[in-house]
């Protein structure tokens, strides 16, 4: 088994001017591409200790900031903690409470990927969030559903995956021609592609989290699968291959389609006021070889009722460890 250390690349995109850092931050960019750490790198590495594998010499991969559904009377801005990795999200986007406007996010990155989704044997995800009204976070693993309610918050908490035939297309957001989405929590009016349509639903339970999928095409032609979970899921860590298992062994999606991009963050939809979105925790453990064979208890079934709906706002192989976490932020302001 081969262990690898953790890295954080901050790459961020700003449209108002620069907030200083304060506090604990590490930094806070605006107006910037880029994030300079502070041993002078144009991309920041930072190893992280872990007392699950030792640390050793990271890969950068940064990525191209995701800036394009901006509000002209909204912002958004980021905050990076390097040790131990973290990040916190403030946004405001005043319209368009149906459209995405950004989606701040932590990527999850390994050398196993891109990788087809016949194989792999497992795949442990792990996030920890809160989210609350104004700029300062709110109180790890708590949600202000009140004061969300009041702001007419809409958005979501999600781990994003991204996939295609082809390997190359698989790693870029924009171009792959499927995507997989795992909410953790959704607020306001926000719901999946597919969340109107009257057709069977299918749910898994996994640990304790159930989740129900959807599916629809978005406006560039994806397929999007989105497991929503029935209630807010603060503190999730669970192995997901079972969702993905049923997608392309139901052949929805081809079993030789590559996962190259998981993520984790929240898409920001609408809020008349300052919202902040904390990660903490993020981690990814890649198995690697044939997919196993689910026993019976393990596998989807269809919904009881199928017209029932989460309620917003409500409660073999190589193993790869997470190399790379690549801290990604659409816009950014000054915070007031």
Same mark, same amino acid.
């Given at each position: ?30 107006n910037q591409k ?76 390994? +050398?196993?990927?891109?990788? @087809? =989704?016949? !194989? ?6 792990? $996030? #920890?969030?809160?989210? %609350? ?66 057709? +069977?639903?299918?749910?898994? @339970? =996994?640990? !304790?989290?159930?989740f129900t999928l959807?599916? $629809? #095409?978005?406006?560039? %032609? ?24 049923y997608l392309w ?88």
């Open positions: 088994m081969q262990c690898l250390g953790h890295a954080i690349v901050l790459v961020l995109l700003c449209i108002k001017q620069t907030s200083a850092s304060s506090g604990s931050y590490d930094a806070t960019v605006c880029t994030y300079t750490s502070r041993s002078g790198k144009l991309i920041c590495e930072y190893p992280i200790r872990s007392p699950r594998h030792r640390t050793s010499t990271a890969h950068s991969t940064p990525d191209v900031p995701n800036a394009w559904n901006p509000d002209g009377q909204g912002f958004q801005c980021m905050s990076v903690r390097d040790s131990p990795p973290a990040f916190d999200a403030t946004w405001k986007w005043p319209s368009a409470a149906d459209t995405v406007h950004s989606y701040p996010h932590v990527k999850l990155t390994t +050398p196993a990927l891109p990788i @087809t =989704l016949s !194989n792999i044997s497992a795949m442990h995800l792990t $996030g #920890k969030w809160s989210m %609350g009204a104004g700029s300062t976070p709110a109180p790890r693993l708590s949600v202000d559903t009140k004061a969300l309610a009041d702001l007419d918050v809409t958005a979501n908490v999600a781990f994003d995956m991204f996939a295609d035939r082809n390997a190359e297309k698989s790693v870029k957001e924009t171009m792959a021609e499927t995507e997989i989405m795992i909410w953790l929590g959704r607020f306001g009016h926000a719901q999946p592609l597919g969340w109107n349509e009257n057709r +069977p639903r299918i749910s898994l @339970t =996994l640990g !304790n989290v159930e959807y599916y $629809g #095409k978005n406006q560039r %032609g994806t397929n999007v699968f989105s497991w929503v979970a029935a209630e807010n899921a603060l503190s999730f860590s669970a192995e997901v291959s079972p969702l993905l298992q062994r139901e052949g929805l999606v081809s079993a030789g389609s590559f996962v190259g991009v998981v993520a984790f963050g929240s898409e920001a939809f609408r809020s008349v006021g300052n919202v902040t979105f904390s990660a903490t925790d993020f981690d990814m453990v890649l198995d690697t070889g044939a997919a196993p064979t689910l026993p019976p208890e393990e596998l989807p079934k269809p919904k009881s009722d199928a017209a029932s709906r989460p309620a917003p706002g409500t409660r073999g192989s190589w193993t790869w460890l997470v190399l790379n976490m690549s801290i990604i932020g659409s816009l950014g302001a000054v915070l007031l």
